[in-house]
């Protein structure tokens, strides 16, 4: 039916019978304004079933909220047109949003490449193999190498905490580097 008039002043009449909860007046809405809330909502999301969900969306959001229609603000078709594109917009974002969050994780997942991989196991068996040179050593050479590489002491406060001489933690130090740069050397 072409735009009219008496179609809009009718359309209006119902939309406020419906904020008086008229069923029957519902009806007629639906009946005038779901076609083009259809052809609207197909235009923006460009799928037929995700546009009679927003249309069906929109229609249950006009029976709900009629009361906040204002007719100083426009016409009954064009407050229940607003709905429909602002749903229909909303949708395409959420869709958009969504998308976009599976193309982030994706990525996050795809961009630890095969060489940060390697280097990471690289990593883990070059320090297991270093806590087995470590282990080999005797006690002496080992614990003043702890201290000092893994809790970050330094030869005096080695020498402090073993009660030992800052020379001779020196000493055990060096023979202990020796022995690992050997041993790690070795290979596995």
């Known amino acids: 039916m072409p735009h009219s008039p008496e179609r809009s002043a009718r359309v209006e009449d119902l939309l406020a019978r419906v904020a008086g909860g008229d069923q029957d007046a519902f009806s007629g809405i639906y009946d005038a304004l779901s076609g083009t809330v259809m052809g609207l909502a197909c235009r ?111 030869y005096v406060e080695v020498a402090d905490a073993l009660s030992t001489p800052e020379g001779t933690v020196k000493s055990r130090m060096r023979a202990g580097l020796r022995q690992l740069r050997a041993c790690l050397e070795d290979g596995p």
């Open 44 to 154: 923006i999301l460009r799928d037929a079933a995700q546009a009679e969900e927003v249309t069906q969306d929109v229609m249950v959001e006009v029976w709900r909220t009629a009361g906040r229609y204002d007719p100083d603000r426009g016409t009954a078709k064009a407050w229940v047109l607003t709905l429909a594109h602002r749903r229909a917009v909303d949708r395409v974002r959420s869709a958009q949003a969504s998308a976009d969050r599976e193309q982030r994780s994706g990525v996050l997942e795809a961009d630890r490449d095969f060489d940060e991989v390697a280097e990471l196991v690289q990593d883990r068996d070059e320090q297991r193999r270093l806590y087995r040179c470590l282990a080999e050593l005797a006690r002496q050479q080992r614990v003043p190498l702890v201290l000092a590489y893994y809790r970050g002491l330094t």
